[in-house]
């Protein structure tokens, strides 16, 4: 009876390890990254704006990058701003555009390098962060929107929350945003932010100035309605990063069809249609400004810790 | 025909291009209804992807908590979808009720575009989260509604634009079949009419043709046409008239051909110059029909009428006189011939013809070395007038006038010199048979003054000698001279005698072995060598002795021809008809000078040793068998006698 036991129990042993090789066998592959496999490149989007027409602007640019480096790539939307580096991870990405704050975090977080930045079509690779009221709100400092209500991109944004807490603590505003403001709402993307003080959800608002320039151009009332009170310095803006361990082949292809795309008539329209007038190569040093201003505004970026669902 | 033929194309093609028209425009209107239905059916494609993309995002939402995951590319690309596939229905034409509903249907998709960006990047507490999720579940739920409302009205459309086309489709099938039944209909009866009207006119023709082709030159066909016909008709009937007057005047060429090469053919047969004179004015007269024809020929300077002509008696033709210098102007103007047919007065010869009676006249020029040196004279045509085309027979008449009046010219100097020849011969003939009889005169005189001188000298020793012995002896020496002319004159008589021939076989290689035989002695003493060469069968019908005769003379002549040695070849040749002997000695050969008169009598180059008489019996012994007999010689040479002796003489 014992002996039956011990040979039932072996039976089971070699059972379960057997069916534990051909599980790790199994799963294996699916915890290569895509471009090891040989599938694709996939590379994530931050939503910094309606994340569909960001999803159809960079689609072109995928379709192009594709051709060029004979390797599928693929963009895909990171969601929301909280979960942007726990993403990257669970989707196994193998870079993204992130943008200014969140450049610095991933920099910290995740082992990724800067590759390129994108030009705009006003030649600047760089974006400022503005702190906006409505024109008739009569307000015009800082210090006057104490217990008014406030539209922020989200925590993870440098010119949608990071400079509106580093201009209170410029302007010696040494509170909370949570604490100074008495609504603070994290509307996700920069046209939220910028709509949100447009139709009168909240008094303040906070967002990238390209953004909302953009949003000028479509809707008038963005430029009749609302007024910029303060300014951030330029930030380098929309920086693509690639993990470390990507084959270097890839890596520097992509960085080179990016950078040589104004030299192709094709590549000229593609970035046209982006927005871009070319790709400069990005380097970790050119965040230093952000580095400093979330410094200053008393974040710690090594230990950074969402405080918000 | 061709307008008749044209029209109806043109009528036939307007037919066609009316139903084709027609038919076009049913297809075109059908095939644009068909692409509507197409269309259609292509909304409802989109219209379908746009309902699975929407509750695809909409299933998504409900099933799934405020954290997107994977799942979030499939809504992504939902919506992207979604809105490409409403974007492209708002792209296409459209009614205004349909363009204002699309239009609704892509504010909307945009709104719920920006409510599900906003539910997917916004981070708030979950009851804000949960608000916005509704407001994009309603919106999605307004989007699926309209589009399902758009799909009952497209439903009803495709339905409509479905029905009307498939009666247009089959209006023009009726339409086409229409047309085609009154095309073909109008183009068999433009067929047959055609074919009527083209065929009708050609079996005319054709009969007509063949009525040409067994002879009936000139037929005409009385076939009424209309337009090219009438001209083909025309055409024909003149080209058969045309045919007609061709071969006439073809026939009357040949004709006057005919005549030309009956007259001119006894030209050349004739000699008397009356005669040609007859000859061409009657064969003239024929040949073109004048009442008046005769020759004209230069005598001194004047033209005068040569008798006999036609229609000019003997009065008349003295009359007829022209001087060279009325004739030598109108020779140079006209080159062939001069023709007056009107106002004869006023011609150069014009008071000759008014005396008689002349109407018209014409002057044919004959020459002889570039000049002229007669004229055919023709007066008072009976067809009416002289035509060019008279000309030319009585050129050619002329030329072989001329060349006629040449020959009779030729032959009257070539008779009287053949006269003149026959008498010289004659002469020639006379003085030779005298130089002849001369010469063998001479020769035998020469011979017979020999003994006589002899005899004459003893006769004078005879009457000065005393001693008896001494005159016998010169007695006898006189009988034997005179013995010696007595031979002379009997071989003399023996060569003027004509003897008769003993005819039978002769072997003549026997004949000559005989001969060869006999002198075999004085050969041999002269060391002479002897070749033979005999053919077979040498059998001839002759005189044995006669030409045994031959051969002694002209083998001895043969050796007394070789001083000491030498050698004798003596050969016979047969053939069917003549038995060839021939004789050579290496000897001194013969002169030609002595061979000239080798075979006179009398003639000898061997003194004292012959009598010269030989040779010339045995020419003529051979001349009586119908032979011949030659010498050939070579100075220093030797010489060959050859004989020719026929197989069968003539008795």
């Known amino acids: ?309 | 025909m061709k307008s008749k033929i044209i029209t109806s194309l043109f009528i036939l093609f307007s037919i066609f291009l009316a139903g084709s028209g027609v038919t076009i425009i049913y297809l075109y209107n059908t095939t644009s209804n068909l692409r509507s239905v197409i269309d259609l059916h292509r909304v409802e494609i989109i219209r379908q992807d746009l309902v699975i993309n929407a509750q695809t995002v909409q299933a998504h939402l409900y099933s799934f908590g405020t954290s997107f995951g994977q799942e979030l590319d499939v809504i992504v690309d939902n919506v992207i979808n979604l809105d490409e596939s409403a974007r492209k229905c708002l792209s296409c034409h459209h009614e205004p009720d349909m363009a204002q509903k699309l239009n609704t249907m892509v504010n909307q998709v945009d709104q719920y575009q920006s409510a599900l960006s906003q539910l997917i990047t916004t981070s708030a507490n979950e009851e804000r989260v949960e608000r916005m999720r509704m407001v994009a579940i309603g919106i999605g739920t307004t989007v699926l509604d309209t589009v399902q409302e758009m799909s009952l009205i497209a439903g009803q459309r495709l339905n409509d634009k479905s029905i009307r086309s498939l009666k247009e489709i089959n209006n023009s099938r009726i339409i086409l079949i229409i047309t085609l039944l009154i095309a073909f209909v109008i183009a068999a009866g433009i067929a047959v009419t055609m074919t009527r009207q083209v065929t009708e006119p050609i079996y005319e023709l054709l009969d007509a043709t063949r009525h040409i082709k067994a002879g009936e030159l000139g037929y005409t066909t009385h076939y009424v046409a209309t337009g090219e016909f009438k001209e083909l008709v025309d055409s024909f009937n003149d080209m058969s008239m045309t045919l007609s007057q061709s071969n006439t005047s073809i026939m009357r060429h040949l004709e006057s051909l005919a005549n030309l090469y009956t007259v001119t053919l006894n030209f050349h047969s004739l000699t008397d110059e009356s005669e040609i004179f007859r000859e061409l004015s009657y064969g003239a007269s024929d040949l073109v029909g004048v009442d008046q024809c005769g020759l004209m020929m230069l005598e001194g300077d004047e033209f005068v009428h040569t008798y006999p002509a036609v229609g000019v008696d003997r009065e008349a033709a003295r009359m007829i006189r022209f001087p060279l210098s009325a004739i030598e102007p109108l020779y140079r103007e006209h080159h062939r011939a001069y023709i007056r047919n009107t106002d004869i007065s006023s011609s150069p010869t014009g008071e000759v013809d008014s005396r008689l009676n002349v109407r018209n006249m014409m002057l044919v020029w004959i020459r002889q070395k570039g000049r002229i040196v007669g004229a055919i004279r023709m007066a008072n045509k009976r067809t009416g007038q002289f035509m060019p085309e008279d000309v030319q027979p009585l050129a050619i008449l002329a030329n072989n006038v001329s060349v006629a009046i040449d020959n009779a010219s030729l032959y009257l100097d070539l008779k009287r010199r053949m006269e003149e020849l026959k008498d010289t011969q004659q002469q020639l003939v006379q003085a030779a048979k005298l130089a002849a009889i001369g010469e063998m005169a001479s020769n035998v005189a020469h011979e017979l003054n020999n003994p006589l001188t002899s005899v004459l000298g003893y006769a004078q020793l005879i009457k000065e000698e005393e001693d008896p012995s001494a005159i016998a002896a010169d007695i006898l020496v006189i009988e034997k001279e005179c013995h010696r002319a007595k031979e002379i004159i009997r071989q003399l008589l023996e060569f003027a005698r004509k003897r008769p021939l003993f005819i039978a076989d002769v072997d003549i290689n026997a004949a000559l072995e005989y001969v060869l035989n006999l002198g075999r002695l004085q050969i041999r003493k002269q060391k002479i060598d002897i070749i033979t060469d005999f053919a077979p069968d040498t059998m001839i019908r002759g005189d044995e002795n006669q030409l045994k005769q031959v051969f002694v003379n002209v083998v001895n002549n043969a050796v007394q021809a070789m001083q000491s040695t030498g050698t004798l070849t003596v050969t016979t040749e047969a053939t069917d008809d003549t038995v060839t002997v021939k004789v050579s000695d290496t000897g001194e050969g013969i002169s030609p000078e002595v061979m000239e008169k080798v075979f006179e009598p009398f003639f000898s180059t061997k003194k004292e040793k012959g009598t010269g008489v030989g040779l010339s019996v045995s020419y003529k012994i051979i001349k009586n068998h119908n032979g011949s007999i030659e010498v050939s010689s070579s100075p220093g040479k030797g010489a060959t006698f050859t004989i020719f002796i026929p197989r069968e003489t003539a008795a």
Do not use: W
Not at chain 1, 19 to 24: E, G, N, Q, S, Y
Not at chain 1, 154 to 165: E, K, N, P, R
């Open chain 1, 1 to 309: 009876m014992l002996c039956d036991n011990i040979r039932m129990i072996h039976t089971m042993l070699r059972a379960a390890f057997t069916c534990a090789i051909l599980c790790a066998m199994l799963l294996a592959p699916a915890h290569l990254r895509a471009a090891e496999t040989g599938e694709r490149i996939l590379l994530g989007l931050i939503p910094e704006e309606n994340i569909f027409t960001q999803m159809k602007r960079h689609r072109p640019l995928a379709q192009y990058m594709t051709k060029k480096l004979g390797l599928k790539v693929e963009f895909t939307i990171l969601s929301r701003y909280p979960h942007i580096i726990t993403r990257f991870e669970r989707r196994k990405l193998d870079g993204a555009f992130f943008g200014i704050f969140t450049s610095v975090l991933a920099e910290e977080s995740l082992s990724v390098e800067p590759v390129v930045r994108s030009v705009g079509i006003d030649g600047r690779s760089t974006a400022r962060g503005v702190i906006f009221v409505r024109n008739k709100s009569g307000l015009s400092k800082i210090a006057q929107l104490k217990g008014k209500r406030a539209a922020v991109v989200d925590q993870v944004t440098a010119t949608g929350y990071l400079y509106l807490l580093y201009h209170m603590r410029e302007k010696g505003i040494r509170s909370h945003p949570d604490a100074f403001f008495s609504q603070t709402t994290l509307t996700g993307s920069h046209d939220s932010s910028v709509y949100s003080v447009l139709s009168g959800q909240a008094e303040v608002g906070a967002a990238k100035d390209r953004i909302m320039a953009k949003l000028a151009v479509m809707d008038p009332l963005v430029q009749s309605e609302l007024r910029i009170i303060a300014t951030s310095e330029e930030l380098p803006d929309n920086t693509l990063y690639l993990r470390r361990a990507l084959p270097i082949n890839i890596k520097l292809g992509i960085q080179q069809i990016l950078m040589q795309m104004k030299d192709d008539p094709e590549g000229r329209t593609i970035l046209k249609n982006y927005g871009s007038s070319d790709f400069i190569e990005a380097k970790s040093s050119d965040f230093a400004p952000v580095r400093k201003m979330a410094r200053e505004s008393g974040i710690n970026v090594k230990n950074f810790r969402y405080d918000k669902p």
